[in-house]
């Protein structure tokens, strides 16, 4: 089993991954930031975390939470079979629940998980960073409707969610924010101080 198996698979049962111009994005910010430490909000089946680790040749640590038990272990069982448990740490929690409690500082945090939650996913995303940390979000333009009138009622709390998640960034002065119009939207949020 590679990294290429394990999306082929992830794109078969329909779950969910990281989109390859995303990941582009995401392999340059890597490259240039060297983290030691990554905090991942939404694990699926581990691909992203795989990748991450691959482009910095296995020097991170990550921990990376996953709601959803089975997508969890699948991730974790993805992870063993490419011999990097040494490296990815899998959380099975609520990421709602469990952020809270984690007291480590990350280098990078990305955050792909429930699109309603991303207010207090960047809530605890700012208080485990620091000077020099970067938070990227996925999927924040979310179809186009985040950015657009349209408000079917089942895509409501998502659109709400990403909305206060943008303004909360705007208005923070600590933070720098890009919105890069790749994949279903990315914004790359550096922390200044």
């Known amino acids: 089993m590679n990294i290429e198996e394990i999306k082929k698979e992830a794109l078969k049962q329909h779950i969910p991954i990281i989109m390859d111009e ?57 992870i063993k079979q490419l011999g990097l448990e040494k490296c990815i740490n899998v959380i099975k929690a609520n990421a709602v629940e469990v ?33 020099g940390s970067v938070i990227l979000a996925d999927n924040i333009l979310y179809k186009g409707y985040v950015m657009s009138d349209y408000n079917k009622h089942k895509q409501r709390t998502a659109v709400k969610g990403l909305r206060e998640y943008l303004k909360l960034l705007e208005e923070n ?7 890069i119009n790749v994949g279903d939207g990315l914004t790359i949020s550096n922390r200044r101080n």
């Open 99 to 131: 952020l809270p409690i984690l007291n480590e500082s990350y280098d990078i945090i990305f955050i792909d998980a429930a699109k309603g939650k991303y207010p207090i996913f960047l809530k605890e995303a700012i208080r485990l960073s620091h000077k």
């Open 22 to 78: 995303t990941l582009e994005v995401i392999k340059k910010v890597l490259i240039e930031k060297q983290p030691k430490r990554i905090l991942e909000i939404g694990t699926a089946t581990g691909y992203s975390s795989l990748c991450f680790a691959n482009i910095l040749n296995n020097q991170i640590y990550i921990d990376t939470i996953e709601l959803d038990e089975i997508r969890a272990n699948e991730a974790i069982n993805n």
């Open 173 to 179: 002065k600590e933070f720098e924010t890009q919105l």
